[in-house]
């Protein structure tokens, strides 16, 4: 069973507020990710992270930041929302060592930005 | 690079009949291969995974797959369909080594008529 959490579910919110959806999970994991879900289109990854104090961006182009400041944590932060930002956001997880690339993901947080 | 091709979109079929969603790649390297359902309103789990070995792989719920390389696809099937297999599937795929995230595919929506 996998143990990683997303907060909020779900986001409604206006256009320039600040936001930080939650990502964290307890099994340890070295790396995890974040992906962009929108209907009909593959997800894509916007962030990843193989450790504390190391973040990089993932191959869709995002105006948001992490940080992996502990391992279990792993925020999603936008300074500024915008109605571009309305999307789902997964957040994931794998073993650093020994893996075979199995991701065990969050719930997602659905972002409505108006 | 890898890319996924999923080429249903929307799948309906009657509940107890077969079903297979069909999933292509494109790859210069041999890949891991993964079946992800996501449940609405839920997060992606993994059905299935081809790492090496036999070509057919059994999964949660009834699911198979059958890898074949010389078509490089990874079709997804169950015999006999519920109304609880009603959900989102993605395909993807990762490379052994080197990229450290899942490729996915568009996903394919079945439904699953009473």
């Known amino acids: 069973e996998a143990d990683i959490y997303q907060t909020p579910r779900y986001l409604v919110i206006g256009t320039g507020k600040k936001i930080t959806l939650e990502c964290s999970q307890t099994?340890?994991?070295?790396?995890m990710y974040w992906y962009q879900q929108d209907p009909g289109m593959e997800l894509h990854l916007i962030h990843y992270?193989?450790?504390?104090?190391?973040?990089e961006k993932g191959d869709l182009s995002s105006e948001s930041t992490v940080s992996r400041i502990r391992t279990e944590h792993f925020p999603l932060t936008l300074e500024s929302a915008r109605p571009s930002h309305t999307s789902q956001y997964l957040c994931?997880?794998?073993?650093?060592?020994?893996?075979?690339?199995?991701?065990?993901f969050g719930e997602g947080s659905r972002l409505t930005v108006l | 690079a890898q890319s996924v091709t999923q080429l249903d979109s929307q799948v309906p079929v009657f509940e107890e009949a077969p079903v297979e969603l069909r999933c292509n790649y494109s790859?210069?390297?041999?890949?891991?291969l993964f079946w992800y359902v996501q449940y609405p309103n839920q997060g992606l789990q993994l059905l299935l995974k081809?790492?090496?070995?036999?070509?057919l792989v059994k999964g949660i719920n009834g699911f198979e797959a059958e890898f074949n390389k010389s078509q490089t696809s990874f079709h997804l099937r169950k015999p006999s369909v519920h109304i609880s297999d009603t959900a989102e599937y993605f395909c993807?795929?990762?490379?052994?080594?080197?990229?450290?995230?899942?490729?996915f595919g568009t996903g394919t929506r079945l439904t699953v008529i009473p």
């Open positions: 994931a997880s794998s073993p650093g060592k020994g893996g075979t690339g199995e991701l065990f």
């Open positions: 099994m340890g994991h070295d790396k």
């Open positions: 992270s193989y450790g504390v104090n190391s973040t």
């Open positions: 790859s210069s390297v041999s890949v891991y």
């Open positions: 081809y790492l090496s070995g036999s070509t």
């Open positions: 993807a795929v990762k490379p052994p080594t080197g990229a450290n995230n899942l490729f």
